[in-house]
């Protein structure tokens, strides 16, 4: 089937009958600093509906997907997705956790929310599962590998919203309980970074390596601005938000010293996702990253609860099982346009 005729215009799906489709709500960011990850969200979710539907649908209903921009400000994002509430059958994406929480109040007891991207751990309303790792999750591993290297004096930067706060408080506790220490931290507002000025002010910390939980275009107006900077070879970068998207938004990195700490990536993909999508889109597919993902794999857990009769807008998590069973994230190094594991470095 045509990928034309699986995205239903917003409009549409608001004014047409439904009929036999399970209708699904893609909230990604076409605006904002998450932006640059929308055309490999919107492709992997095309590639997991294509999917279901060639396996016979959600209980024989095809399913179609409605994007809805979730890079607005959040009561702006929270605008957008809430006429779509009552006309979809469920609702996946990713975005930032500022927007995710004033979509979850939204959706609520209304329709099954599952929010794709890392998260900032804690309670969540009925009805609103969660994919992405906890900050413990995502940087345990990454923290200790790094500290083993030596690396004990830190500096903590990120965006001032609820993810990067969070980041930064549970990242200190792992941070001195692997024997190293915080020299410095500092939040700053989305979509207003000086790149030049944030690389100074790591200089002056006095920091081996900087925590960066800026996201999306944010994050690489400070890499773009740091590779060039006198500290480049000097002090390491690690990101709990950096995938392969943002490093082709920086045309790579070749430094040495710039890591992610993501749960997937292009060179470390076991059940082959990623030769998947470059066989479904081409060559002039969309670079593929974490955040493309996780919306493929909520698209597939949407469409297994649902088939199993646990999805639903009233349980906790959406109805989707718990987690528990996924490894550890990984610490990667950029090398050019590649994010290479550690242990293959």
């Given at each position: 089937?045509?990928?034309?005729?699986?995205v239903v215009?917003?409009?549409?799906?608001l004014?047409?009958d439904?009929?036999?489709?399970?209708?699904l709500?893609l909230?990604?960011?076409r605006?904002g600093?998450?932006?640059l990850?929308?055309?490999a969200?919107l492709a992997?979710a095309i590639m997991?509906?294509e999917?279901i539907n060639?396996?016979g649908g959600?209980?024989?209903?095809?399913?179609?997907l409605?994007?809805v921009?979730a890079?607005?400000?959040?009561?702006g994002?929270?605008?957008?997705?809430?006429p779509?509430v009552?006309?979809?059958?469920?609702?996946?994406?990713?975005h930032?956790?500022?927007?995710?929480?004033?979509?979850?109040r939204?959706?609520s007891?209304?329709?099954?929310?599952?929010?794709a991207?890392?998260?900032?751990?804690?309670a969540?309303l009925?009805?609103?599962?969660?994919?992405?790792?906890?900050?413990?999750?995502?940087?345990?591993?990454?923290?200790r590998?790094?500290?083993?290297?030596?690396?004990?004096?830190?500096?903590l930067l990120?965006s001032?919203?609820?993810?990067?706060?969070?980041?930064?408080?549970?990242a200190?506790?792992?941070?001195r309980?692997?024997?190293?220490q915080?020299r410095s931290?500092r939040?700053?507002?989305?979509?207003?970074?000086d790149?030049?000025?944030?690389?100074?002010?790591v200089?002056?910390?006095?920091?081996q390596?900087?925590?960066?939980s800026?996201?999306?275009?944010?994050?690489?107006?400070?890499?773009?601005?740091?590779?060039g900077s006198?500290v480049?070879g000097?002090?390491?970068?690690?990101s709990?938000a950096l995938?392969?998207?943002g490093?082709l938004?920086?045309?790579?990195d070749?430094?040495?010293?710039?890591?992610s700490?993501?749960?997937?990536?292009?060179e470390?993909?076991p059940?082959?996702?990623?030769?998947?999508?470059?066989t479904r889109w081409?060559?002039?597919?969309?670079?593929?990253?974490?955040?493309a993902?996780?919306?493929?794999?909520a698209?597939h857990?949407?469409?297994a609860a649902?088939r199993?009769g646990?999805?639903?807008?009233?349980a906790?998590?959406?109805?989707?099982p718990?987690g528990g069973s996924a490894p550890p994230?990984?610490l990667?190094?950029?090398?050019g346009m590649?994010l290479?594991?550690?242990?293959?470095?």
């Amino acid at each position: 089937m045509p990928a034309s005729r699986l995205v239903v215009d917003y409009l549409d799906t608001l004014v047409n009958d439904r009929g036999e489709d399970f209708r699904l709500a893609l909230a990604v960011p076409r605006s904002g600093t998450l932006g640059l990850a929308r055309p490999a969200g919107l492709a992997a979710a095309i590639m997991a509906a294509e999917e279901i539907n060639d396996a016979g649908g959600v209980r024989d209903r095809r399913l179609t997907l409605t994007p809805v921009d979730a890079g607005l400000p959040p009561a702006g994002s929270a605008r957008e997705l809430e006429p779509l509430v009552a006309a979809v059958d469920a609702v996946v994406g990713f975005h930032t956790s500022d927007v995710h929480r004033a979509l979850e109040r939204v959706t609520s007891g209304r329709v099954p929310y599952i929010f794709a991207a890392p998260h900032e751990g804690g309670a969540r309303l009925p009805g609103v599962g969660l994919l992405g790792p906890s900050p413990a999750a995502q940087l345990g591993e990454p923290v200790r590998a790094l500290v083993e290297r030596g690396l004990r004096s830190w500096a903590l930067l990120g965006s001032d919203y609820i993810w990067p706060r969070r980041v930064h408080a549970v990242a200190e506790r792992l941070i001195r309980h692997n024997g190293a220490q915080v020299r410095s931290a500092r939040l700053v507002p989305l979509g207003r970074v000086d790149g030049d000025e944030l690389a100074s002010w790591v200089r002056r910390s006095g920091a081996q390596v900087v925590l960066v939980s800026l996201v999306g275009r944010d994050l690489a107006v400070f890499n773009r601005a740091f590779a060039g900077s006198r500290v480049a070879g000097s002090v390491v970068r690690v990101s709990g938000a950096l995938e392969e998207v943002g490093l082709l938004e920086v045309d790579g990195d070749d430094t040495g010293g710039l890591f992610s700490a993501m749960p997937w990536y292009v060179e470390d993909d076991p059940d082959g996702f990623g030769e998947r999508y470059a066989t479904r889109w081409g060559a002039m597919s969309p670079q593929v990253g974490a955040y493309a993902r996780g919306c493929y794999d909520a698209v597939h857990a949407v469409a297994a609860a649902s088939r199993s009769g646990r999805l639903s807008a009233h349980a906790p998590g959406a109805g989707l099982p718990s987690g528990g069973s996924a490894p550890p994230n990984r610490l990667a190094c950029a090398d050019g346009m590649r994010l290479v594991p550690v242990d293959r470095a």
